[in-house]
């Protein structure tokens, strides 16, 4: 799952994750971890819900993540529709869990405690290329069957809080330093390759 940039926007930031979509004649899996919510459910009122994964739910997360453990895993929300069909999510995210060191495989706790702001809407068309500026928020989510499912929700937004390369505390690349002067050697070892990688990805 790519790891995009993050945007301050109102009282969290823009985050997008999606599943990467099927091919074509196969079905998109069904979300691990779903709590959907109707348009009808929501009415025209702001909305407050808070969703958690239960055991069966964070085991089969953590498979899909690649994660050692995940202890904990929900969030507070709030849903607020719009005049113009739009509907705005934002909320907190708070997950327990441990992934596997890119070193050692020694498993790296971790706590996450982040805050995240969507934009739903019924018809969620991307603008053109040529309309589209680095700077401009993200276009809206689909609104799919007329409900929005929280629970994917927070599934990707663990995605996108995951570390991409987890270490241990006090745990170096061998031969590789974070900033290396330009006249001293290049990284060396056999994590030399993903050190870089890690470097030029930031």
Do not use: H, N
């Not at 971790?110 to 934009?119: S, T």
């Not at 663990?158 to 505390?169: E, N, Q, S, V």
């Amino acid at each position: 799952m790519t790891r995009p940039d993050r945007k301050a926007a109102g009282k969290g930031a823009v985050r997008r994750s999606r599943r990467s979509p099927a091919a074509k004649g196969k079905a998109v899996p069904a979300p691990e971890f779903s709590r959907r919510l109707t348009l009808e459910e929501l009415g025209d009122r702001p909305l407050e819900r808070r969703v958690a994964a239960d055991p069966a739910e964070r085991a089969a997360l953590a498979r899909r993540f690649g994660l050692v453990a995940l202890d904990r895993l929900e969030a507070a929300l709030t849903l607020t529709p719009g005049e113009d069909g739009t509907v705005t999510v934002e909320g907190r995210l708070e997950a327990r869990l441990s992934q596997a060191c890119v070193v050692t495989l020694e498993p790296v706790p971790a706590d996450i405690d982040e805050p995240f702001r969507l934009v739903y809407a019924p018809a969620a068309t991307p603008p053109p290329a040529a309309d589209f500026a680095p700077d401009d928020d993200d276009p809206p989510e689909a609104i799919v069957d007329g409900a929005i499912d929280l629970g994917e929700i927070v599934a990707e937004q663990l995605g996108l809080a995951l570390d991409p390369y987890p270490r241990k505390p006090g745990i170096a690349f061998e031969g590789y330093s974070t900033g290396p002067a330009a006249d001293q050697p290049g990284p060396s070892g056999p994590f030399a390759a993903l050190a870089t990688l890690r470097q030029t990805r930031r």
